[in-house]
């Protein structure tokens, strides 16, 4: 007997046949009983924004889990999730309804989400009261003591780890995802899409025992996984200034950054790369990091230490820019603007197109120990509470550092560049395993990712511990430490829990639900439509869309994209005017071309399994299969093409298309 999927599209006759009536306004109407289903639970107490996000996907999308647990042996895509197949999610308003009513209930369900004077040039003596324990709870490896081991082994240690923390506090752990579900989750992962239906095909008739690794290998090694992680530090030097608009070399920085990770650079050059960059921004990729953190057009020493500090130390140490640190009492603004100093004489020269070569407002990155108001080695620390005022001088030194000499005329760039992107900074290989845990698990071992203190441990301090010592004995080697992480049970679980008692995410009994990113969105629809979907046209420099500012001229996926800085992957971020551009905009056009194809085609059984395979990865359980014929069958009036349009658009309209589960 068959298992029926967890994930339902719940293709009830009237469900669809009101979307065939008219399909356009129809859409607007689906995707509102999509967004109430996801968003109409009530949190319970203490639940916080991102736990009920994913409590809800599971709750209001997954289906009540069945206790049947046979399978179809003749399909191995379709099986190993559960859920109620029989009814509609809930009743659609009647197609009269207009789109304004529709949009007043999905509004109101998402307000419920509450989603000195210069001295002479002589080395610097920094001397303290007392030692810095900030760092002292952190794992201490160095890269002469640390060994490194095969995949096999670090996998193994991962799930010792997690299975010994969930067996302490009794909880049970999900078994294996199926073959369609892994392959589906460690694409989205590792590429930022779905598979496409031959990739999809190709892999579930694959009966070798050792296919997923080697699918991991694939993935690992095609260059969409360097485009993908592009993608993901983008978002995240871009989302840390809301204001930031204008930077023109957002692609060449894209590109840049997806060859170094597609060549296998060490993690620790390229961050060195990026602190110290110089050159063409219009040529030069690697001076985006510091373009993106400028003030009045030139690179603000503040905000690079800011953001140096939080993504690649993995710490907030802009609390310590004006008073000590409010939960670190250790960091002070001596701390801070003494990394600051290593950034002064930093610019960006822009010239007019008429000048030279360079395009009309490109900047030339440089820095230059000099001139007038610049003293090496030192910065004048601003006062907090009187602009254009100072209230003394930092001089550079490394962080933590009791006792930090820096000679000024080599406090540049490069001197805390080499420091910091090493082991010898105890923050900095942490932090990186750490954010590298949380794309493929949704959540870092240390959460919020930038707030590794000593009263916020991690979840599992010695499996930090365990991949710190394997990143930095591998020479941050990013793509061993993320092969690492996938060939672990730990991943490879279903997103289904045992329970509904056993539903933890923070120990990893299970999968946590992901949503997808615009990008991922919409690279998706790219794949499912055989193109017919497309993000739109760039508008690089021009505002972004915000919660707050969605309407702004911008491109498609630009216009999706109104996540914050650094926010959950299990966060639903999809207001009224996204979902409302969607459906009438290319997706109702591209699903009734696809209606029109498969009509010809005239294979009933095939076209929905095609369907199923573009969508979802995975081939439809037989109750789908049945319940398609059935609407079809009850919609003799309408044509053959409109009932596949239907079809496909619901599909694409699903929770489970849109979830990386």
């Not at 996801?38 to 994913?54: F, H, I, Q, W």
């Not at 197949?85 to 009743?91: D, I, K, R, S, T």
């Not at 930090?464 to 930095?472: A, G, K, R, S, W």
Request: one cysteine or more; hydrophobic letters at 40%.
């Amino acid at each position: 007997m068959e298992h029926p999927p967890m994930w339902t599209t719940r293709l009830g006759p009237r469900w669809v046949s009101q979307a065939i009536v008219g399909l356009g306004a129809t859409c607007c109407a689906l995707a509102g009983m999509l967004v109430l289903a996801v968003l109409s639970r009530t949190p319970v107490d203490g639940e916080t924004k991102n736990e009920r996000a994913t409590s809800t996907v599971k709750a209001q999308l997954v289906g009540v889990a069945t206790t049947n647990d046979s399978r179809d042996t003749g399909d191995m895509s379709g099986a190993g999730m559960s859920g109620d197949v029989g009814q509609p999610a809930a009743e659609l308003p009647t197609s009269d309804r207009d789109d304004e009513n529709i949009a007043a209930r999905i509004l109101k369900d998402l307000d419920s989400l509450d989603w000195a004077t210069p001295h002479a040039a002589e080395p610097t003596t920094v001397p303290r009261a007392k030692p810095l324990v900030g760092s002292d709870w952190l794992p201490r490896v160095t890269a002469e003591t640390a060994q490194r081991q095969n995949v096999i082994a670090v996998s193994a240690a991962i799930d010792r780890q997690i299975d010994e923390r969930l067996q302490a506090v009794g909880i049970s752990s999900s078994g294996p995802a199926d073959d369609a579900e892994f392959h589906r989750r460690a694409t989205l992962d590792l590429h930022g899409h779905i598979p496409s239906v031959d990739q999809t095909v190709r892999f579930l008739a694959d009966q070798r025992p050792d296919k997923r690794a080697r699918l991991i290998d694939e993935l690992l090694e095609h260059q969409d996984f360097g485009f993908r992680l592009a993608h993901y530090w983008r978002d995240l030097l871009l989302k840390r200034d809301p204001d930031k608009r204008n930077l023109p070399n957002e692609p060449v920085f894209i590109s840049w950054m997806a060859r170094q990770f597609n060549h296998g650079q060490p993690w620790d050059k390229i961050v060195r790369t990026m602190l110290t960059a110089e050159g063409d921004e219009a040529l030069a990729g690697e001076t985006f990091f510091l373009l993106a953190n400028e003030d009045d057009k030139q690179p603000a020493p503040n905000k690079i230490v800011a953001t140096t500090a939080a993504l690649f130390m993995g710490i907030q140490l802009q609390c310590a820019e004006c008073h000590v640190h409010p939960t670190v009492e250790q960091w002070r603004p001596d701390d801070f603007w003494g990394l600051a100093a290593f950034f002064v004489g930093t610019r960006a020269d822009r010239q007019d197109a008429g000048k030279g070569k360079k395009i009309a407002g490109t900047a030339e990155l440089t820095q230059r120990l000099g001139g007038k108001g610049i003293v090496p080695g030192q910065i004048s620390i601003p006062d907090p509470k009187n602009d254009g005022r100072t209230i003394g001088v930092a001089k550079a030194h490394l962080f933590e550092n009791a006792i930090a000499t820096v000679n000024p005329q080599s406090a540049r760039r490069k001197t805390l560049a080499d420091w910091l992107a090493s082991a010898d900074d105890p923050y900095f290989a942490p932090a990186a395993v750490n954010r590298l845990w949380s794309i493929l698990f949704a959540r870092g071992l240390v959460e919020p990712l930038d707030d590794f203190r000593p009263d916020n441990p991690p979840t599992h301090p010695e499996l930090l511990t365990l991949l710190t010592t394997e990143f930095v004995a591998s020479h941050f080697d990013v793509k061993h430490l993320l092969r690492c992480l996938c060939n672990s049970q730990a991943y490879q679980r279903t997103s289904r829990p045992v329970s509904a008692h056993d539903d933890n995410h923070k120990l990893y009994a299970h999968a946590t639900i992901k949503v997808m990113s615009p990008e991922m969105l919409f690279d998706s629809l790219t794949i499912a439509t055989g193109g017919r979907v497309t993000r739109g046209e760039s508008s690089t420099g021009a505002a972004r869309s915000t919660k707050a500012n969605p309407f702004a001229k911008v491109s498609t996926v630009e216009f999706f994209d109104n996540r914050e800085y650094d926010e959950a992957a299990s966060e639903y971020g999809y207001g009224i005017p996204q979902l409302l551009r969607l459906m009438n905009r290319q997706l109702t056009t591209a699903c009734e071309d696809i209606g029109q194809r498969e009509a010809v085609a005239n294979n009933r059984d095939r076209t929905i399994e095609r369907m199923y395979l573009a969508a979802y990865s995975r081939r439809p359980t037989s109750a789908e299969v049945d319940r398609i014929h059935k609407f079809i069958a009850g919609n003799r009036s309408n044509p053959p093409a409109k009932s596949y349009s239907a079809v496909m658009w619901a599909l694409l309209n699903s929770a489970e298309f849109i979830a990386n589960h």
